[in-house]
């Protein structure tokens, strides 16, 4: 029996590019970040006439149709966990019910997030896409509108608790991409996990709103130089 | 049609050909000086509108078009006819192995078919062949393959369980980058490892091969001794098949002036008949008249025997016939994209899958009596039609719908059916969700699966590989099947697809190939 509904945005009956295999990401509708780089900013508001309102019985329809092909669930958004009531009962279901056991439940968040949420989901939840704007917490302000401290306290959580699958990291040049940046960004995820994955998400321009629609995006050399950076400082599962 | 003078002339003033090329040109030019085996009035008005098609293999079939020697076997007891003994170590493998394939005909005039390698070769490699040696061996031996048999319908088969022979096979392709041989993997459920499959993805990203094939279902459908030969023919080793006829079901629409229901009840049965009747009348040619099997080495050192041939009944142009009888239905649907008409279109493979299956034909004792069904993927001269059961290029809905919809026509087709799904580079980041996607194509009874990558050199064109810098060399190329290769991209849409590739060929009635 199905107690919540949920305001989804939008899904992908396959992604290659939201965790490990072929999966199946659900898009929720609102997130707590105003990012002035969000591709999907239509997300954004907690309501939207676009959206639709689904129970945790349509979700498991559509996984159901993209069954056998997946290896697992992604949630994304907007911020998923916003509804972290609804991905509990969601992923609860996934792992008791014979029919969807073998998938596995992944969140992919921007780590704003209280550590009760975590909590509450982490027994369900095989893993987690965490993005990091910036450690540093004055940029991280003016990129999201919201300060890094709760950001820097899940990836220390996730990390302890072996759930963090990896850290996103959304270069855009000249605003968080600087050798000194990189490198400052690598040693404290080190300092958190030596073994940490990271993985560079290259700034687009397309679907962002102004001023971020005029932003420069990374050409091939910067793309290498960012890497390179990153490699030199210890980073050694970087994707 | 039969050859002028003209035309041999021509051949052989052409520059374009190797030596060799002329030769085979030649032979299939004397061999159409002939009259086509007899038809009645019927099967010949029908072949001659192309709405029934014999893959110009010729007019005079004196060898089988397929043909799947029981290499293990001869490697086990060595040959009388080539003075082999049984090969005792790894060198005398590959020799003996590389004599053979020179003395093996089929349809191109190279073989088909070298064998599954990874298991013909490992009783050879033991303990005392290290890596490094194998490397070496083996590399020498797969530069042999292309340079001596260039002909992309070359084929060669892995088996289900990842071993030493299987690896350095998929590293050498990675390193030679080579369009010989064609190679499929057989991928089993439980025994094929995940680390096998992306070995193999990880090959397909360098060079677009291996093609994917469902071992489960081709086990139950053609026995345990079976290959994947050519492009997405699937046979049964020892055997082969005698000839290949096709049905154009566009043409059968077209022909046809009455309902759908009447084209079902009519219709379709008389040219599933009329395919049969060229069928018939080409394999008693083969077997009765050229005396193949009363000849060949292979037949009487029991290599291959006849009663493992059987002969394949292609169809193709699906998607057009789905489409023209929606059209006449006054529905709008298109196949790919509607409920309605990919259910028009599962009825059309499985009525046809019923008729051939009770349609009887000599000498096929392979498959008790009967043709093997196959979604025939074309050849270059195709126009305006789609190759076998695909959806047009250019209009592949998106990959669940792609995978749903064609998968359920795999069950029907034993002798392969090929859909191309063309993945863009972020595969390449990700092969593990590839080894996903194969994995339930396969849980969901597809029968083949081959995808390609735009970024790496090789084009597929109908199951066969063409070098794109070997396209820019034309008119002079090495490899016959260049030239086919050339055919099909300039008369389908190879090079102007958005994501998914997909293309057609098989031999060309010009280049008797």
């Known amino acids: ?239 | 049609m039969r050859t002028r003078p003209e035309e041999v002339l021509a051949a052989i003033r052409e520059q374009k050909y190797t030596y060799r090329q002329k030769l085979q040109v030649l032979a299939g030019l004397a061999e159409n000086l002939l009259d086509e085996p007899a038809l009645g009035p019927e099967a010949a008005a029908a072949l001659e509108a192309r709405i029934i098609c014999d893959m110009y293999e010729g007019h005079a079939p004196y060898r089988a078009r397929y043909i799947l020697p029981d290499y293990a076997l001869a490697l086990r007891k060595g040959s009388d006819f080539l003075e082999l003994p049984p090969a005792t170590d790894l060198d005398e493998a590959l020799a003996h192995l590389l004599i053979m394939y020179s003395n093996v005909p089929s349809i191109t005039g190279f073989p088909v078919y070298f064998g599954d390698l990874d298991s013909l070769l490992l009783p050879y490699v033991g303990p005392a062949i290290d890596d490094e040696t194998l490397h070496r061996k083996l590399r020498l031996f797969w530069i042999s393959l292309d340079r001596m048999f260039p002909d992309a319908f070359a084929h060669t088969n892995l088996s289900p369980v990842y071993n030493r022979v299987a690896r350095t096979i998929l590293q050498l392709e990675r390193e030679l980058l080579q369009v010989v041989p064609n190679i499929s993997l057989k991928v089993h459920p439980t025994l094929t490892s995940d680390e096998y499959l992306l070995d193999a993805i990880n090959t397909v990203f360098a060079n677009g091969k291996p093609h994917f094939i469902n071992d489960d279902l081709m086990q139950h459908d053609l026995g345990e001794h079976y290959a994947a030969v050519s492009c997405y023919n699937s046979l049964k080793v020892g055997g082969g098949s005698h000839t290949l006829s096709r049905l154009n079901l566009k043409q059968s629409v077209l022909a046809h002036h009455g309902d759908v229901d009447a084209w079902f009840a009519s219709t379709l049965p008389h040219h599933v008949e009329l395919t049969g009747e060229l069928m018939a009348s080409r394999i008693r040619f083969l077997v009765e008249e050229s005396h193949f099997f009363d000849s060949s080495w292979l037949a009487r050192e029991g290599l291959i025997s006849l009663d493992r041939f059987s002969a394949m009944f292609g169809i193709f142009g699906l998607a057009e016939a789905v489409n023209l009888l929606m059209e006449r239905s006054g529905r709008s649907g298109t196949y790919g994209h509607d409920e309605e008409a990919d259910a028009l279109s599962y009825r059309i493979t499985s009525s046809i899958a019923q008729l051939v299956a009770e349609l009887p034909l000599p000498y096929c004792a392979g498959n008790n009596g009967h043709a093997f069904l196959h979604s025939q993927s074309g050849i270059d001269l195709d126009l305006d039609v789609t190759a076998g059961t695909r959806i047009p290029i250019g209009s592949e809905p998106p990959l669940l719908r792609h995978l749903q919809t064609v998968s359920r026509h795999h069950r029907f087709f034993q002798s392969g059916v090929s859909d191309i799904l063309h993945f863009d580079d972020m595969a390449v980041r990700n092969p593990e969700a590839i080894v996903d996607i194969i994995r339930g194509a396969f849980a969901s009874q597809m029968r083949d699966f081959t995808f390609n990558l735009n970024s790496n050199d090789f084009i597929r064109i109908t199951g066969y590989m063409v070098r794109k810098s070997d396209l820019a060399k034309l008119p002079a190329a090495r490899h016959s099947s260049t030239f086919l290769g050339a055919g099909s991209v300039e008369n389908s849409h190879v090079t102007d697809r958005a994501l998914k590739r997909v293309v057609s060929h098989e031999s060309s009635p010009v280049a008797g190939l």
């Open chain 1, 1 to 239: 029996m199905s107690h919540h509904q949920s305001l989804v945005s939008d899904f992908l009956p396959f992604t290659w590019v939201d965790g490990p295999g072929n999966r199946l990401v659900i898009f929720f509708q609102g997130c707590n970040f105003d990012c002035l780089a969000c591709h999907n900013p239509q997300t954004i508001p907690l309501q939207s006439v676009a959206a639709h309102t689904w129970t945790v019985e349509d979700v498991l329809q559509r996984v159901r149709t993209s069954m056998p092909f997946i290896r697992g669930i992604t949630v994304s958004g907007g911020e998923a966990t916003l509804q972290w009531p609804f991905l509990v009962e969601l992923f609860t279901r996934i792992k008791q019910d014979e029919e969807f056991a073998h998938l596995t439940t992944f969140i992919d968040s921007n780590g704003h997030v209280e550590p009760a949420v975590w909590e509450a989901l982490l027994p369900v939840t095989d893993g987690v896409m965490l993005d990091l704007k910036a450690v540093d917490g004055t940029l991280h302000t003016e990129l999201t509108g919201h300060s890094n401290a709760l950001v820097l306290d899940s990836i220390r959580y996730l990390a302890a608790a072996g759930k963090l699958y990896e850290t996103r990291l959304m270069l855009a040049p000249d605003r968080n991409d600087s050798d000194e940046q990189l490198r400052t960004t690598a040693q404290w995820l080190l300092g958190v996990d030596p073994l940490m994955r990271v993985k560079i998400n290259h700034f687009h321009a397309h679907g962002t709103r102004s001023p971020a629609s005029n932003w420069a995006e990374a050409d091939e050399a910067r793309r290498q130089r960012n890497r390179q950076v990153l490699l030199e400082a210890g980073v050694q599962y970087l994707c």
